[in-house]
């Protein structure tokens, strides 16, 4: 982990309250893993105090990673504000990683959908490519769009639904499911999404025992595991004593059978 002053190289709005933030800080994007985030400061004073976090969504091998976030508060829209050239202060690369099995489908929802390209992009990386599917999902077409064009570059089965009908399948993941991932083939999820959504997605895996690792999201004051905020409980089926898990310090992501899905 390390902390830096990272230069802005692109801002982007990719649609109405949707933004891609292209930074220059080439020794944390050296060691980023696909999973993994890092801690933004919004901006110069105080306010807002605390950090945020964003998935790292994808790194370019020349220093630069990428995060893309929805605009929703005070956090959000300062990081909105900024400028190409300006500076900002980050933290990372924080938290675990996804890790890589040989039969995958990759699922996403909404921003949820952020770190799944990196991880796309280093499965298709390695020597011995996996079989790799991908189902994303978003409320609408504008929100999907923001990033079916980088995913429908890679050449990969790619299925995508929209809670409206406006792109791909009319409905859940979760319906996608049993087209994509047919067959006897042992696969392994990735998910990253609204907590409902993983907790849908966790469950139907888990009834054909197929693996599957989510990326959680909780509110983060500290980002490295002092505040004890980001609590989540864990199911102990491992019978260690845990109650809780915490996402910043045993996470972002979890083997969904050592969550306790509420
Ligand atoms: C590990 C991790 C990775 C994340 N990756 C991404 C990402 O790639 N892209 C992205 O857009 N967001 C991501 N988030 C969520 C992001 O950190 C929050 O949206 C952001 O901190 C909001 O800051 P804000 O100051 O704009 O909002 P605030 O003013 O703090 O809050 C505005 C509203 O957003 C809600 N909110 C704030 N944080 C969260 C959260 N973590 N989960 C759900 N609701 C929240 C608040 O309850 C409130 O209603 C991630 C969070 C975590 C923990
Ligand atoms: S955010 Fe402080 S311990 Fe996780």
Same mark, same amino acid.
């Given at each position: 982990?390390?902390?830096?002053?990272?230069?802005? !190289? &692109?801002?982007?709005?990719?649609?109405?309250?949707?933004?891609?933030? @292209?930074?220059?800080?080439? !020794?944390?994007?050296?060691?980023?893993?696909?999973?993994?985030?890092?801690?933004? &400061?919004?901006?110069?004073g105080f306010d807002p105090l605390l950090r945020?976090?964003?998935?790292?969504?994808?790194? /370019?091998?020349?220093?630069?990673?990428?995060v893309i976030f929805k605009i929703l508060g005070k956090g959000t829209s300062a990081l909105a504000d900024l400028r190409q050239s300006? @500076?900002?202060n980050i933290v990372g690369p924080l938290g675990n990683h996804f890790q890589a099995s040989p039969s995958m489908c990759l699922?996403?929802?909404?921003?949820?959908?952020?770190?799944?390209?990196?991880?796309?992009?280093?499965?298709?990386?390695?020597q011995d490519v996996p079989t790799l599917k991908i189902i994303l999902a978003a409320r609408n077409k504008q929100e999907l769009s923001c990033f079916t064009p980088e995913f429908e570059a890679l050449d990969l089965p790619l299925y995508l639904a929209? /809670? /409206?009908?406006?792109?791909?399948?009319?409905?859940?993941v979760t319906e996608l499911m049993p087209t994509a991932l047919s067959g006897d083939t042992d696969w392994q999820?990735? !998910?990253?999404?609204?907590?409902?959504?993983?907790?849908?997605v966790a469950t139907i895996c888990r009834q054909h025992k197929w693996r599957c690792q989510v990326s959680l999201e909780t509110m983060m004051?500290?980002?490295? !595991?002092?505040?004890?905020?980001?609590?989540?409980?864990a199911s102990d089926h491992n019978n260690t004593g845990k109650q809780y898990l915490h996402v910043c310090q045993d996470g972002p992501i979890f083997w969904e059978g050592d969550i306790k899905w509420t």
């Open positions: 982990m390390e902390q830096q002053n990272a230069t802005i !190289s &692109k801002i982007e709005r990719l649609c109405t309250d949707i933004v891609r933030l @292209t930074l220059y800080a080439p !020794s944390i994007a050296a060691k980023a893993k696909p999973g993994q985030f890092i801690n933004l &400061k919004t901006g110069p945020r976090p964003f998935s790292i969504h994808n790194i /370019d091998g020349e220093g630069h990673l990428q300006q @500076t900002i699922i996403g929802g909404g921003l949820g959908i952020a770190p799944l390209l990196f991880l796309a992009r280093s499965i298709l990386g390695q929209t /809670d /409206d009908g406006s792109l791909g399948h009319h409905g859940l999820v990735c !998910s990253c999404g609204p907590h409902p959504m993983m907790s849908a004051a500290c980002g490295i !595991s002092a505040c004890l905020g980001c609590a989540v409980p």
